[in-house]
């Protein structure tokens, strides 16, 4: 894929969690897992005095995400990416090569260390788990 097909794809992803009404699209983290099966990612709103997550919606974000990691060079892909979105429309991206991923770091304690590395040490706040979970809100 050319390099304006991926700015492109990147693009689409900032357009897709802009679509979230309910908060500012400044301070949103995108952090996913990606590989040539699946993508899981997480998506987090800094809040000032707390970080919110908010349920991603793989119908939009999946396919995005899954072209980025098909662009990259089979012998170079990435297996993370952390975009931020700064300043309403401004995004940074960095992504994460297997190599540099401790194989022994429980995924979750991983996930939360690289939200604090954007927003530092503050509580993460999660909806609760139940039957509605995706409902409140999809981006």
């Not at 995108?30 to 998506?43: E, G, Q």
């Not at 995004?91 to 540099?100: A, K, R, S």
């Not at 304690?109 to 040490?121: E, L, P, S, W």
Request: proline share 7%.
């Amino acid at each position: 894929m050319a390099n304006t097909e991926v700015e492109s794809l990147l693009n689409r992803l900032g357009q897709i969690l802009a679509e979230d009404r309910e908060y500012r699209v400044d301070g949103t983290l995108l952090y996913a897992k990606v590989d040539d099966a699946s993508a899981t990612p997480a998506i987090f709103k800094n809040l000032g005095n707390h970080i919110l997550y908010r349920w991603p919606d793989l119908d939009s974000i999946g396919d995005p995400l899954m072209h980025l990691w098909d662009a990259a060079d089979p012998d170079k892909r990435w297996a993370e990416i952390e975009y931020l979105i700064r300043d309403d429309r401004f995004f940074n991206v960095t992504y994460v090569y297997p190599d540099e991923i401790d194989p022994d770091e429980d995924p979750f304690v991983r996930r939360d260390r690289i939200v604090a590395k954007y927003f530092g040490d503050k509580p993460i706040v999660y909806p609760p788990l139940d039957d509605s979970i995706g409902q409140d809100f999809k981006l």
